[in-house]
């Protein structure tokens, strides 16, 4: 297994987790209140399992929801970092939305490339 499959399904897994946990725990439910974006969590929610999924589907079967799932998350993370800049979140527990944009933005540009 190489090292952008490992990160494939890191990524994957990762989104998975932390979109049922949007959905179903009060502690995001809670974060989300602080952002001020309590409207958003379903959605949030949503879209990160949606991603997660898009990853593992578009590795084995499609790589171009492969790329639009990977950038899609990638937008996502950018967009998560830049709420925890606006509401002024200290910069260590808001360095790992910014990791995931980072990593899923190298997904959706290594996968384009191999098209």
């Given at each position: 297994?190489?090292?952008?499959?490992?990160?494939?399904?890191?990524?994957?897994?990762?989104f998975?987790?932390?979109?049922?946990?949007c959905?179903?725990?009060?502690h995001?439910k809670?974060?989300?209140?602080?952002?001020?974006?309590?409207?958003?969590?379903s959605?949030?929610?949503?879209?990160q399992?949606?991603?997660?999924l898009?990853?593992i589907?578009?590795?084995?079967?499609?790589?171009?929801l492969?790329?639009i799932?990977?950038?899609?998350?990638?937008?996502?993370?950018?967009?998560?970092f830049?709420?925890?800049i606006?509401?002024?979140?200290?910069?260590?527990?808001?360095?790992?939305?910014?990791?995931?944009?980072?990593?899923?933005?190298?997904?959706?540009?290594?996968?384009a490339?191999?098209?």
């Amino acid at each position: 297994m190489n090292s952008i499959t490992i990160i494939t399904f890191f990524s994957a897994f990762s989104f998975l987790f932390y979109g049922f946990n949007c959905l179903f725990t009060e502690h995001m439910k809670n974060e989300f209140i602080r952002y001020g974006l309590e409207e958003k969590r379903s959605l949030t929610g949503i879209l990160q399992i949606l991603g997660g999924l898009g990853l593992i589907i578009g590795y084995f079967y499609m790589p171009i929801l492969l790329i639009i799932s990977a950038g899609g998350l990638a937008l996502l993370m950018i967009l998560g970092f830049g709420v925890r800049i606006k509401i002024k979140d200290p910069i260590l527990p808001s360095i790992p939305s910014f990791l995931y944009a980072i990593l899923n933005l190298y997904l959706c540009v290594k996968y384009a490339t191999q098209i």
